[in-house]
């Protein structure tokens, strides 16, 4: 790792604006990080609730804690659904803060407990039904939309083949369910492991995928937001790799709603996190310049899709 992180330093001074690069793709490899190893970062109490993991998790540094919470909620999950199926799991109090990592993480766990053997179409749609039921009465009302959108990050890492497929099946049964899945498969692609690279802005590059994969412009707007709010929430505590973004593609951000409408999202979710982060009012004040960031729909909760009322 020593290594790697001075290969980093190197290409800071050797490639044109590579520091804010740099720092983007260590930000998408502290989030990775932060969520795989959430057992070994914050283990569990023995004979411990997740309630009472939870509990553990709220003395992690900001820094780590978003990603760490969102990887305790996903193994408890996968742990506990292993017992078979249940109702209720996450309808239940929890401090705000949690709330919308906790259901990103069920949400992923249960992509991977029905999603995995896809044989073929109907195996698909009954997957994706179970998928769908399971994240529905497994949810607190208001944040059903954060589990359901982990089928298209699911499709995007796992099924990249057959994205299309996917997206024909909800198209014909179940069009709501699909303006959640680009718009986690926008985050998918901002996530995936041949993005993390620091010679080109991982942000547009995943923007670019994901608006290139999409099918029509309902499917394109909720992948561009997903892809926007991926990027925003893992850089939101380095807000030079916003800025950086914003200057090399303000005439795209500027008539772009769906980009506005994926960061506004994700600072919504900081908001849960910590409204008095330094880093957020610094963001809030880059992005001002552009579009007014505190124009998010709080009052429907974060349904994680595209809001053509957003703007």
């Known amino acids: 790792m020593g290594m790697f992180t001075g290969g980093l330093r190197l290409a800071s001074f050797v490639l044109p604006g590579a520091d804010s690069q740099t720092k983007e793709m260590q930000n998408q490899l502290h989030a990775v990080e932060w969520f795989a190893l959430a057992e070994q970062r914050s283990p569990r109490p023995p004979s411990s609730s997740l309630a009472g993991w939870l509990a553990r998790a709220d003395s992690i540094e900001l820094d ?169 929430l893992v850089n939101l505590r380095t807000p030079d790799v916003m800025e950086r973004f914003l200057k090399e593609h303000e005439a795209w951000v500027r008539r772009e709603p769906a980009f506005a409408d994926g960061v506004r999202s994700a600072l919504m979710v900081w908001r849960q996190l910590q409204p008095q982060d330094p880093p957020f009012r610094r963001l809030e004040s880059i992005l001002s310049r552009y579009f007014n960031p505190v124009k998010v729909r709080e009052s429907r909760g974060p349904t994680f899709r595209f809001d053509t009322q957003a703007d």
């Not at 996917?166 to 069009?175: I, K, N």
């Open 64 to 232: 780590h804690r978003p990603w760490t919470t969102e990887g305790i909620a996903f193994y408890a999950a996968r742990e506990e659904f292993k017992k078979g199926p249940r109702k209720g799991w996450l309808i239940q109090d929890s401090p705000e803060w949690t709330r919308t990592v906790l259901h990103t993480g069920l949400g992923m766990a249960l992509a991977e407990l029905t999603l995995t053997s896809l044989p073929n179409r109907q195996k698909m749609a009954e997957a994706i039904a179970a998928f769908s039921s399971l994240c529905i009465t497994n949810s607190q009302p208001g944040y059903e939309g954060c589990a359901l959108e982990s089928i298209g990050l699911y499709a995007c890492h796992m099924h990249g083949a057959r994205v299309q497929e996917f997206d024909r099946l909800l198209a014909d049964g179940a069009p709501d369910l699909r303006e959640y899945f680009w718009h986690g498969f926008g985050r998918g692609s901002y996530l995936s492991p041949g993005n993390c690279m620091p010679w080109s802005g991982s942000g547009w590059r995943a923007i670019e995928a994901a608006s290139a994969a999409a099918p029509d412009a309902v499917a394109r707007r909720n992948a561009i937001s997903g892809a926007s709010w991926a990027f925003a």
